[in-house]
């Protein structure tokens, strides 16, 4: 499955940005589909995450981000609303194979496949 992640851009804080990640070659019906995020020298971390039509979000980010999967275009979303400085990182979109159990999904390294991510800069 490739994978192309868009959307980003420079935002103030409070503002909001819609990430899309379009998936080519194969349905994402058949795989965990991650939102990571990843700051200067640090590395990615799980932001928001689809599994089986179940959804999972990070702490500092529950109530503020959304993530959603359209079929028909074989796209996932991304909607960041009430964005702060510290949302400022390149997000990635990436997928896993739909067996990877609850405790593997905020890990990096069980994802197969990554789009090339989009920077989010929130700043005044």
């Known amino acids: 499955v490739q994978l192309q992640a868009s959307g980003g851009g420079l935002v103030r804080p409070g503002g909001s940005l819609r990430l899309s990640c379009a998936a080519s070659h194969t349905s994402l019906d058949y795989y965990v589909i991650g939102w990571f995020r990843q700051a200067p020298g640090k590395e990615p971390i799980l932001v928001a995450v689809?599994?089986?039509?179940?959804?999972y979000y990070a702490d500092s980010v529950k109530g503020r981000f959304t993530t959603s999967r359209d079929n028909a275009k074989n796209t996932v979303y991304l909607q960041m609303n009430s964005l702060k400085p510290e949302d400022t990182a390149v997000y990635h979109c990436?997928?896993?194979?739909?067996?990877?159990?609850?405790?593997?999904?905020?890990?990096?390294?069980?994802?197969?496949?990554w789009g090339q991510g989009t920077q989010v800069t929130v700043s005044s």
């Open positions: 990436a997928a896993a194979r739909n067996t990877l159990i609850y405790s593997s999904l905020w890990n990096a390294n069980e994802y197969e496949y």
């Open positions: 689809i599994r089986r039509g179940n959804l």
